[in-house]
């Protein structure tokens, strides 16, 4: 069923002619997957772009009316930034773009949802500030990482993810209503999340996100710390040929291999406890390689020539105190630690490249690169817990994985998984990230298997492998392991949606 023609007249009403379409030369162009998706979507029966908080409540408003439903998206990256049924509109918030406060006493910066990481990085960077951005690319919206989905990145070791780090909220519910969280509700400002207003953390982001299924969020602010590196950082070529280095004596990059995740584990705890290093890392042994190259070719001959074996298990440790004798320091401490625990030292190539490209840390500005082979991507899991599970987590994946691996199916990469500890070891999370190739039937017909059996292993082995997000089938099954917290969300969702047109996905 397409919207109606007075439905579409509404909705033309509020934002105008220019900035709603179904013409489907437009709707082609917002429903192409990102080469990563296995699966094809519906298309959208219309797209619709507000520039307003008023704008999003009046389109949500008339969606109830006619039984429409909405999907709100930005850049597009995430899977369930699609519609996926018919009768459903694309609210696109690219047009609300604006970085509206940048409050220097209070610490925290006011965004709207179109702000992009390469848009508010930079001018946090020049005034002497950072955040924590989330590891998916300049192009990722800023309040999306921070509300809607993940938000993990790589330096959650020495402070934290994304959902810390949120403020006050204004929000559109499903029914059109406008809210506003912490603080903000009563009029003191953006710099709680939780009071004197209502707290709904768990409603607006939890722990994933729900993908828009509880409304959308129109403006929020993010807490914001002063920034210990360089306002500017210094570059030279063209991407994807470039450097970028940090011109600092306080900044320096470690590379270790490890042959057991045990030991690894052990490793991060240690420089946790000791509360050294900017980011601590057990990295992705495949993009480490791809993000070193510039053509698939180059990675073969890299990954063959022995990369494979000596980078199994990379520990990756940035320190980045505020003095060389820190910087001494905590050296000496990271050198016991790794002997400890039997870590191995990797050529100077390596740690000379992360040195040289060091907005990984900051921003993925080639996280591109992983698209070489076969044009496909898929990150698993994305769980979290203790430290020690997510290495068992990571172990159990060599007991099975080789049943999908070779004769067009997955890469031959079964400890192609990163774990990042967070806030000094108190708790980590998981990525495991599949290489296929989007060309291959088999390819993707082992990603589909593998994906299930993986969900299996966990549910079976009482595993927190997969963290859920947003209501759908896999939230359904493996809601149990998380104290049935499927049951739970289904009836909010039944409460602030009773039309069940907030991007709905049962």
Known sequence: MRISDTAYAALEAVVGAENISAKEFVLAGNRVKTPEIPFEYHSADAIIMPRSTEEVAEIIKICNQYGIIFVPTISGASVDAFANREGSILINLCRMNRILEINETDRYVLIEPGVRHVQLYPELRKRGWSYTAASVGPGGSVVSNFTSTSGDHHTQHANSRANRYLLGVEMVLPNGEIIHTGSLHAGSGWFCPDGPGPGLRGIVKGYCGSHGQMGIITKAAIAIDPCKGPAEFISEGISPHFRTRFESKCSKVYVY???????????????????????VQKYFYVPLTLLMTDSANEFWQKWESGYREAMSMPLIVHLAPRSERELAYEERILEDIVAE???????RELESWW???????????RLQSVLRL???????????????HMGE????????????????KLLCAPENYQIIPMEYGHFAHIEVMIMWDRYDQRSGKALAEFRARSRKEDIERHFHGETPGCLNATMEEIGPLWSDCNVWMRKIKEQFDPNNVANPML
């Open 257 to 279: 291999n490890y042959t057991d995740i045990r030991n690894v584990c052990e490793a991060m705890l240690r420089l946790g406890e000791a509360e050294i290093g900017s980011t």
């Open 341 to 347: 625990t039997g870590g191995k030292r990797l050529p």
């Open 355 to 365: 040195e040289d490209n060091m907005d990984f840390f900051m921003i993925v500005g």
């Open 374 to 388: 076969g044009g496909g991507w898929m990150p698993v899991k994305l769980a979290s817990d203790s430290v020690t």
């Open 393 to 408: 987590i990571g172990a159990s994946l060599g007991e099975y994985f080789s049943d999908y691996m070779g004769d067009g």
